[in-house]
C-alpha cells in the first residue's frame, strides 16, 4: 500500500534524481525552491515525464520507462492542489466539484458531493463562484474537488503559501483532518521549515545536490544524512526564502 | 428602402449568416489547434488562414476561381474521382464561399488569442479530474475564451457582410442572383444612381460602426 517514486528527469539548471515511498500518511516534501519538489509532483500526476524511472501506486504501475508505461493524467489516482487557484472561474463550488464526477452515476453524485462539502465545510458555499470566495475557502473547495474522485494520493504543491498566516494555520489543521478521515497519503510541498516540522508524520528532504533522506521529522533533525540536509533544516534564514 | 434594394440586403445577409457558421466550425476549431498544439505545417496552417485578410480580396477570389471554377482543381479532381460536377461558380452559394474564406481570418486570430490567454493550469487542473482533451476543451477552454469567440464572429459577420473583391470573381454580379448589398453600390454607381449608392453606404457604414461596437462592449464586459 503507498506511493513509491523513482525518478530521474534532467531539467534546464538541475536533475532530479529521486527515490522515495509512502504509505497512508502525511508526508512532508520539503527543500529550497528549485530542488524539484514541484517537478516531483508534476510528473506523478502526469502532467510532466521523467526520462526515466518507475511511479506506482498500491501496487498499480503509473509510469515505467523499462515498459513504456506512462499512464495519462486522466487516468492516474490522484488528487492535484496546487498555489494557486485552478476553480474553474465560470463554475459554481458545486459545478467545479461535480466536474470530476465524470462517468459516477447521478444518484451517487449527490451524496459524493455532500461528503466533501462536508469534510471541507463548504457549506453554503456551494453556490458561489470562486471569485467571490476568500482565499482559504478557494483551497477548501480545491481539495473538495480534487477528494471527490476518491483519488489514492492526493498531491498537494504548495496548497498554503499564498494564504495570510492566520487562514494558512486553519487550513494545516483542514488538510491533517482530511489525511485522517480520508486514511490516503498525503504528499505535501513546502520550503517552510515550521510547517514541515510540525505537519509532517514523515518528512522526504531534497537537499538540491542530489541527495534525499527521508524519515521522521525527529530522526532527520537528530541525524541528518548529509551537512547540507543539516544546513536546510536547521537554517534561520528558511523562513525568509521564497 | 426601395423594392430592388431589399433583394440585394437580404442576400447579404443571408450569405453573410451562412459564412458565419461556417466561420464558427472551422474558425474555432483552427484557432483551438493552433493554440493548443505543436505539429509540423502549423505555420503553413497559420499562413493559409491568414492569407486572405491580407491579400487583396480579388487575389483571394482568382485563386478560388481557380480551385472551385468549373475546370477547378478541386472541381476537375471531384469529377475525376467520384463522378460529382461541382458548379457553384456564379450562384449564392459562390458568394457564401467568398465571404466565408475572407472573413476566417479574423475569426481564427481572434479566438486564438482568447484560447491563448486561458491559464493553462486550468487545463492540467481539467486533466488531473479525469478529464478529457475534448471535455476540457467544451467545459473549460472554449466557456473561458467565450468573449473572443463572440467579438471574433462579430467582425467576421460584418466582413462577411461587405464583402466583394472575391465575391465578384467568383458569385459575379447578377442581378437577382448574385448581387449582394456591396455590389449593388458598385452598380449603382456605374449608373450613375447616387441616391441608391449613398442609402446603401450608409445602411453599411451604420450597421458596421454598430458592429465593431457591439464586438469591442462583448471583449470588455467583466464577469467572473
Redesign the interface.
Known amino acids: 500500500m503507498g506511493l513509491c517514486v523513482d525518478i530521474r528527469k534532467q531539467v534546464a539548471g538541475f536533475a532530479l534524481d529521486v527515490t522515495w515511498d509512502i504509505g497512508a500518511e502525511l508526508a512532508v516534501l520539503f527543500g529550497y525552491s528549485g530542488s524539484g519538489k514541484s517537478m516531483t509532483l508534476q510528473c506523478l500526476a502526469g502532467l510532466s515525464t521523467p526520462d526515466s524511472g518507475r511511479i506506482d501506486c498500491d501496487g498499480e504501475v503509473l509510469f515505467d520507462s523499462a515498459r513504456r508505461v506512462n499512464r495519462a493524467p486522466q487516468r492516474r489516482p490522484f488528487g492535484y492542489v496546487t498555489q494557486g487557484c485552478t476553480l474553474f472561474p465560470h463554475m459554481t463550488v458545486q459545478r467545479n466539484i461535480a466536474y470530476a464526477l465524470k462517468g459516477v452515476p447521478a444518484r451517487d453524485r449527490v451524496s459524493r458531493i455532500a461528503e466533501v462539502v462536508d469534510a471541507l465545510q463548504l457549506h453554503g458555499l456551494e453556490h458561489r463562484l470562486p471569485g467571490q470566495l476568500a482565499g482559504g475557502q478557494k483551497q477548501r473547495a480545491q481539495l473538495a474537488r480534487a477528494l471527490v474522485r476518491e483519488p489514492r494520493a492526493l498531491l498537494l504543491d504548495e496548497p498554503f503559501s499564498a494564504l495570510d498566516t492566520p487562514v494558512r494555520v486553519e487550513m494545516r489543521q483542514v488538510v491533517r483532518e482530511v489525511c485522517e478521515r480520508f486514511r490516503l497519503p498525503v504528499v505535501l510541498v513546502t520550503h517552510d521549515l515550521y510547517e514541515a516540522y510540525t505537519m509532517a508524520d514523515r518528512m522526504i528532504v531534497y537537499s538540491g545536490s542530489g541527495d534525499v533522506q527521508v524519515g521522521s521529522p525527529c530522526e532527520l533533525f537528530k541525524s541528518p544524512a548529509t551537512p547540507e540536509i543539516e544546513t536546510l533544516l536547521t537554517s534561520e534564514r528558511l523562513f525568509m526564502l521564497e | 428602402m426601395s423594392a430592388e434594394l431589399i433583394f440585394p440586403f437580404r442576400l447579404s445577409l443571408q450569405v453573410a449568416a451562412v459564412a458565419t457558421c461556417m466561420t464558427a466550425v472551422v474558425g474555432i476549431t483552427v484557432a483551438y489547434v493552433l493554440a493548443r498544439y505543436e505539429f509540423r505545417g502549423k505555420e503553413l496552417l497559420d499562413l493559409i488562414t491568414t492569407l486572405p485578410m491580407v491579400l487583396p480580396p480579388v487575389v483571394t477570389g482568382y485563386y478560388l476561381l481557380v480551385v472551385l471554377g468549373r475546370n477547378g482543381a478541386l472541381s476537375g479532381a471531384l469529377e475525376r474521382t467520384i463522378g460529382v460536377r461541382l458548379n457553384i461558380t456564379f450562384t449564392w452559394w459562390a458568394a457564401v464561399i467568398a465571404a466565408f474564406v475572407v472573413s476566417l481570418p479574423l475569426t481564427v486570430k481572434t479566438v486564438r488569442a482568447a484560447i491563448e490567454s486561458v ?1 493553462p ?2 487545463v ?9 482533451e475534448f ?1 476540457t476543451a467544451i ?2 477552454v472554449l ?2 475564451a467565450r468573449r473572443g469567440i463572440i467579438a471574433g464572429l462579430i467582425l467576421s459577420f460584418a466582413r462577411a457582410l461587405g464583402e466583394f473583391g472575391a465575391t465578384i470573381m467568383i458569385a459575379g454580379n447578377i442581378s437577382g442572383r448574385t448581387n449582394t448589398a456591396p455590389l449593388e453600390i458598385y452598380n449603382a454607381v456605374v449608373y450613375g444612381d447616387w441616391n441608391t449608392a449613398f442609402t446603401i453606404v450608409l445602411a453599411f457604414t451604420l450597421l458596421s460602426g454598430a458592429m465593431i461596437l457591439a464586438a469591442n462592449r462583448v471583449a470588455k464586459v467583466r464577469g ?1
Open positions: 491559464d493550469a486550468l492540467s487542473a481539467s486533466h488531473t479530474l479525469g478529464r478529457s471535455d467545459h473549460v466557456p473561458l467572473w
